[in-house]
C-alpha cells in the first residue's frame, strides 16, 4: 500500500498489510490455512470436457506398499496364481470368505494391519487440521467485511469460527499430543486474533481490543516455537539424501515445509509485536530489538528480500529505520546460510 504523505500508521491502519510467505518451493507441502475457490470451468458453469475426463482417465493413482503386500497375501492364500487376473464372479463367496479369514491369521497380517491404522490416522489427524483451517477461512471472511457500524457483529461471527477452529486443532492434539502441524495451526490462530485486536475500535473490556493484541502474538510465539520443537533435527547436507534412502522424502519434504512456515509466522509475530510496542509510549525502546528479531527468523525461512523490504517501507516506524543497514545484514546473513 502507498504510504503517500502519510508520516505515520496507527495501529488500525496496518490491519491490510500482507504477510510475509517462506519460499515457493519450501512451502509446496504446506496445507494450513488454504484458500477455497473454485475451478475456471465450475466457476463459469462449465462441465468437463472430453479432453478433461480423457486426462481424469488416464490419470495414475499410486498405492501404499500395506495395501500391495497384503493383496499380494490375500492371493497366495487364495490359492490362485498371482499372475493371473482376479475374477471374483467366477470364485465362490464362500471360498474368498476362507481366504480372507486364513489372509488376516498369517503372521504378516498384523503389521500390514497396523500400518493400515497408522495411515487412516494420519488421514484423521490432516483431516481435523484442515477443518479447523475451514473454519479460520470463514474467520477471515467475515473480519474482512466488517464496516464501522457492524463491527462488533461481524467479529462476534469471526469470534464464533475461531473457536471451532481451536477446537478441532485440540481434537487432532487429543489424538497426537506431538502433532506439529496442530500446534502450529493453533500459533496461527492466535495470531489471527492479534491482527484483529489490532485492526478494531472495540470497548475496553472487549476480548479482542486493541490493548489485547501483544498478548495474543506472545502466546502465537510460544506455539510456534513448540511446533519447531517437534519437528526433527535439521542434518545438514546428508538429511534430504538419508530421507530418499529410508523411503521418507515425503515426510522429510512435509517438515521442510512446516519449519519454514513456522519460521515465518514467528517472524510476523515479532514484527506485528514490534509496531505494537512503537505505538506504545512506554516501550518505545524495545520496538527495534523485535523487529531485528522478525528479519532472522525471515532469514532463516529464507524468504525473499523484496518481501522484507517491503515490510520495511510498510513498518509504522519506517521513518526512523535504517532499511539500507536492515537489509544488507539481511542479505548477508540469507548468503551464509
Not at 471374483?88 to 497396523?114: P, V
Not at 457483529?153 to 477446537?167: G, N, S, V
Request: aromatic share 6%; hydrophobic share 35%.
Amino acid at each position: 500500500r502507498d504510504k503517500g504523505n502519510t508520516a505515520k500508521m496507527t495501529i488500525q491502519e496496518i490491519e491490510e498489510k500482507e504477510v510475509i510467505q517462506p519460499p515457493t518451493e519450501e512451502m509446496a507441502s504446506v496445507k494450513i490455512t488454504p484458500e477455497l475457490q473454485l475451478s475456471d470451468e465450475l466457476e463459469q458453469g462449465k462441465g468437463l470436457n472430453s479432453d478433461a475426463k480423457k486426462d481424469e482417465a488416464d490419470e495414475i493413482y499410486e498405492l501404499d506398499d500395506w495395501m500391495i503386500d497384503f493383496a499380494e497375501l490375500f492371493k497366495e492364500q487364495l490359492g490362485i496364481d498371482p499372475d493371473t487376473p482376479l475374477d471374483l464372479s467366477k470364485i465362490a463367496w464362500d471360498k474368498c470368505a476362507e481366504a480372507l479369514d486364513s489372509s488376516i491369521q498369517h503372521e504378516k497380517a498384523e503389521d500390514l494391519l497396523r500400518q493400515a491404522a497408522n495411515k487412516f490416522e494420519d488421514s484423521i489427524l490432516t483431516a481435523l487440521v484442515n477443518l479447523g483451517n475451514v473454519y479460520m477461512c470463514l474467520a477471515r471472511k467475515y473480519v474482512d467485511s466488517k464496516t464501522d457500524d457492524k463491527e462488533a457483529d461481524c467479529i462476534e461471527k469471526a469470534d464464533t469460527e475461531l473457536d471451532a477452529a481451536e477446537r478441532v486443532y485440540k481434537e487432532a492434539l487429543s489424538r497426537k499430543a506431538d502433532f506439529a502441524d496442530a500446534v502450529l495451526a493453533l500459533g496461527q490462530l492466535a495470531f489471527e486474533k492479534g491482527k484483529i485486536s489490532m485492526s478494531t475500535k472495540l470497548p475496553d473490556e472487549h476480548k479482542y481490543h486493541s490493548s489485547k493484541s501483544e498478548a495474543f502474538f506472545e502466546s502465537s510465539i510460544e506455539f510456534f516455537k513448540d511446533s519447531l520443537g517437534l519437528l526433527p533435527a535439521e542434518s545438514e547436507g546428508e538429511g534430504e539424501a538419508e530421507a530418499k534412502d529410508n523411503g521418507s522424502d515425503t515426510n522429510a519434504s512435509h517438515d521442510v515445509g512446516i519449519r519454514a512456515q513456522a519460521q515465518v509466522m514467528w517472524g510476523n509475530a515479532l514484527y506485528e509485536l514490534s509496531q505494537c510496542f512503537a505505538s506504545d509510549d512506554s516501550k518505545q525502546g524495545k520496538w527495534k530489538p523485535l523487529l531485528e528479531g522478525a528479519l532472522e527468523k525471515f532469514k532463516d525461512a529464507k524468504c525473499r528480500g523484496e518481501e522484507v523490504s517491503n515490510a520495511l517501507q510498510m513498518h509504522c516506524k519506517s521513518e526512523e529505520i535504517d532499511k539500507d543497514k536492515l537489509m544488507e545484514a539481511f542479505q548477508q546473513g540469507a548468503e551464509d546460510k
